[in-house]
């Protein structure tokens, strides 16, 4: 559990955690669930262990909530939930999704309800909405 991948490739992070390749970060790489609600997986490029990387954690944390006010801010999403959970996929990973009242499971946890509804068309609206974000 909690494996770092040593190799931040599209079509690698794409495979492992069957999900949409969207941006890179000198701290993580960003991906999106192929799902109606806007469900990031954040990919860190460093094991988040305190007791060694302790900056590092801070630094990615402080990224991962920059990114959380740009998206409030330009209401690309408002209410968020942030988990580092790793039961099905060993590799690191942290799961930021933004919650909306009339989503397809509201209010309960999305983890209890897969499969969700399937989509690639929310993938690439994020992505879209976020360009200005990872190429300031």
């Given amino acids: 559990m909690d494996l770092?991948?040593?190799?931040?490739?599209?079509?690698?992070?794409?495979?492992?955690f069957d999900s949409i390749y969207l941006y890179e970060h000198e701290l993580y790489s960003l991906m999106a669930e192929k799902t109606e609600m806007k469900w990031l997986l954040v990919i860190p490029k460093q094991p988040l262990d305190?007791?060694?990387?302790?900056?590092?954690?801070?630094e990615l944390y402080g990224s991962i909530y920059?990114?959380?006010a740009f998206m409030q801010n330009n209401q690309i999403g408002q209410h968020f939930n942030i988990?580092?959970?790793?039961?099905?996929?060993?590799?690191?990973?942290?799961?930021?999704?933004?919650?909306?009242?009339?989503?397809?499971?509201w209010p309960d946890a999305v983890w209890c309800h897969e499969p969700l509804k399937s989509s690639l068309e929310t993938p690439e609206k994020l992505k879209e909405a976020l360009r200005p974000f990872y190429q300031a």
């Fill in 66 to 68: 920059q990114l959380i």
């Fill in 83 to 105: 988990a580092k959970i790793g039961n099905k996929n060993p590799n690191q990973h942290i799961h930021l999704i933004f919650r909306e009242e009339n989503d397809e499971v």
């Fill in 50 to 58: 305190a007791d060694e990387n302790l900056d590092y954690i801070q």
């Fill in 4 to 16: 770092i991948l040593p190799n931040h490739t599209p079509e690698i992070l794409e495979k492992t």
